[in-house]
Each structure stands twice: as C-alpha cells, then as structure tokens.
C-alpha cells in the first residue's frame, strides 16, 4: 500500500511502545513496521517481531544479540544491537515516523539521529529535550524535522496552539495529577514504599515514570521539554495540580481565553494524534463523561514537599548544563530506590546533593552533554552510597 506510513519504534517493549502497537495493530492499512527497538526483554520483542514482521530490530546487549541473532533471521529480521544499532535504526532509509519511546537520557542520541535524517519524531522520552533541548531542536530546524509530542500534556498544548499566532500566546499551564502522595506530609513520605509509589492514581505507564510522578520530577522534567518543544519562557509555563488527569493542559491567549484538551487518561489518544497528526483516528477509547466526573479541580503545586518540582523549574531558568545534571542524578536515584537501595525521601537529597556539587556550565554540544551526564551519574552513586549507610 503505497500510502502506508512506515514506523520506527524504539522501546516496543516499554509501555508507550506496547501502546503504540495496539494502535498499529487497528489500523493496518495505515501503518507498517519496519522496525522495532527493544532493550532486555527480548521474549516480548520477538513475539512483537512474528506479530508485526519489522525488516530490522535492535536490543540492548551483544550477549543478547549473539544468542538471538538466528532465531530473529529465520523470521526475516535483522537484529542489531545496542547504541550504534539504535542509531541506524532511528536513520532508516524511507521511515516517516519514529517513535522515540526509550526511557532516559540513553534516548538522546537515537532521536537525535532521527531528527537529524529529517524523520518526523512522535517524542516520548522527554529527557531527549530536558538535557539537550536547545541541540535537537537546532537540528530539527536545520534538517526539516518535525516534533510531535507524545507526552500528554504537551500533546494537550500543542493541540490547543492548533492554528493560533504565536505572538498571542500568554502562558502554558500544564497539569499535573499530584501522584500518589499529594495528601502526605513530607515525613510521612519518607516513608513510602516503592510499591506505594508505583500505584499511580490515574496512569498506568512505566516504572521510572511513575516513580518521578511521585515526586513530581516528572512535571518538572516537563516544564523543561516544555520550554523547548514550543520555544516558550520559562515564566510563562506554569503548573497546576488537577487530581482527575482529565484536563490534561492548557494555553492561555493575550484575550483571557484559555483553551483546554480534556480526555480520559489513556496514552494511546497522545500516541495516535502523533501518528495521524494532522488527522484523528476513531479509537477504541474509553469516552468520558464530564457528568459523571461533576467536579474538575485545580490547586497551585507546593513546592516545599515536591523540592525536585522546584528544582525543575530552576534547572529550566538556568539551562546549561543543570538540566543534564538533574536529570542524570535523578535516573540514578530513582534507580536506586527502585532496587530499594534508598528511601522515597532519599530521592530529591540525592538529586540535590549532586546539582549542589556542579558548577554551571554552558553545554552546547552534545559531547558536553555526554560529559556532564557521566560526572552528574559518578557524583549521584557516591550520595547513593552515603544515603545506603544512613
Ligand atoms: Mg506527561
């Protein structure tokens, strides 16, 4: 079919990747495969490989490569493997879409190679934006690339700039849920356990995700990928806690209109605007029903429980290389509770032990990018460490 889209997906595996081939899946004769990035689960990537029959697929480790490599072959894909393998994965002759849904700063160099082969990105690993923002989207600029976010509340605001003038935009306001522990004190997050914040109130996604919703890092991180996917001030984002996750952000014009997307809080409604944009898809969502919800409420966000909020906005204020390094610091402690090395509460001390420790510095390659990401990640495991002692 001549007017098939032909997808790259990088993290299949991962929840955003699963959800994107749900969609793929109803729509067949729109969208074709051609190839599928996983990491370690390499039992669901080759089922996804005889379901979806990509021409290439990429996993993390050569040991993994080495022992799969002739099972993927018999199905009639070739299995790369690891950074050079996602890299050429993401620069396919003749894809129109990637779909950058790896988790973490490892996303940066394969979207960047996407958006450097003149792809359009349906972007869902936000960190590629939060430490090198300023880089990718020079480049898209420069290689006639287009950005469509997955990430709901930044396809809630691109949705509601639809067709408006930029100059007449006066903030962006993007929502968040609050997580898990909105109503605790911050002794009593100290706490926590990693089950308790894994249990999302309103959003099944991944483990790194819903640990940094918890913290509300998460909406920091967007507030910087914010800054640079609509090329806005960072005093004209701000965030508001929304318990519902229905209203999933909003864009305020110089006329006192303010334009909201609401919806149920389902990923597959970003992923399929950012597949189909300019067109919408008839998807098998659930509808909502705004009598039944009745109540849709809005609170300003405390920043003195959520510090890592707060030193979002910072990071975002002072760019250079303190995006970089919070965001290293932060996969590395997030990490490290998940493996219950350290308490919930240990998570921002780490985070801020480490972005107190670097100096500013400008970054404006990705080399620097790369650099400051290693010296951030050795600092955030010697404040790991301290913490593990107690
Ligand atoms: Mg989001």
Not at 154 to 177: D, P, V, Y
Not at 236 to 252: A, D, F, G, N, Y
Not at 307 to 324: C, D, H, K, Y
């Amino acid at each position: 079919m001549a007017d098939q889209k032909r997808l790259v997906i990088l993290g299949s595996t991962g929840s955003i990747g699963r959800n994107t081939l749900k969609i793929v899946e109803a729509y067949k004769e729109r969208y074709q495969v051609v190839g599928l990035g996983g990491a370690r689960n390499v039992e669901l990537l080759l089922e996804q490989v005889k379901r979806f029959r990509p021409q290439y697929s990429c996993l993390l480790y050569e040991e993994d490569y080495s022992t799969f490599k002739d099972e993927f072959e018999r199905l009639g894909c070739q299995l790369l493997w690891g950074k050079d393998g996602y890299r050429r994965l993401a620069a396919l002759d003749g894809v129109d879409t990637v779909v950058s849904a790896m988790v973490g700063a490892a996303g940066l160099l394969p979207t960047l190679s996407a958006v450097e082969s003149g792809k359009c990105v349906a972007l869902a690993n936000k960190e590629s934006l939060v430490v090198a923002g300023h880089i990718v989207m020079a480049s898209a600029r420069k290689h006639g690339a287009k950005i469509l976010p997955v990430d709901s509340e930044h396809s809630a605001i691109f949705q509601c700039l639809n067709g408006e003038k930029r100059e007449t935009l006066r903030c962006l306001i993007l929502t968040a849920s609050g997580g898990p522990f909105w109503e605790l004190s911050k002794e009593a997050m100290d706490e926590v356990g990693v089950d308790d914040a894994l249990r999302h109130p309103n959003w099944s996604m991944g483990a790194k995700i819903t640990i940094d919703s918890a913290t509300m890092m998460n909406k920091g991180l967007e507030v910087i990928e914010a800054r640079w996917l609509f090329d806005v001030e960072v005093d004209k984002i701000k965030v508001l806690v929304h318990r519902q996750s229905i209203v999933h952000s909003m864009v305020e014009f110089v006329d006192g209109a303010i334009m909201a997307q609401l919806g149920s809080p389902d990923m597959r409604i970003p992923i399929a605007y950012a597949l189909s944009w300019p067109e919408r898809l008839d998807l098998d969502v659930e509808r909502i029903s705004l009598t039944k919800i009745a109540e849709l409420t809005f609170e300003e966000p405390d920043f003195g429980r959520f510090p890592l909020l707060a030193l979002g906005f910072e990071a975002a204020q002072r760019g250079g290389n303190v995006p970089v390094v919070l965001n290293a610091a932060n996969e590395m402690a997030v990490e490290a509770f998940l493996r219950r090395e350290i308490g919930f509460g240990a998570i921002w001390r780490v985070v801020e032990m480490v972005t107190k420790r670097i100096e500013f510095s400008p970054c404006d390659s990705i080399e620097e990018v790369q650099y400051w990401d290693g010296i951030a990640r050795l600092y955030a495991e010697e404040a790991i460490r301290k913490e593990d002692k107690g």
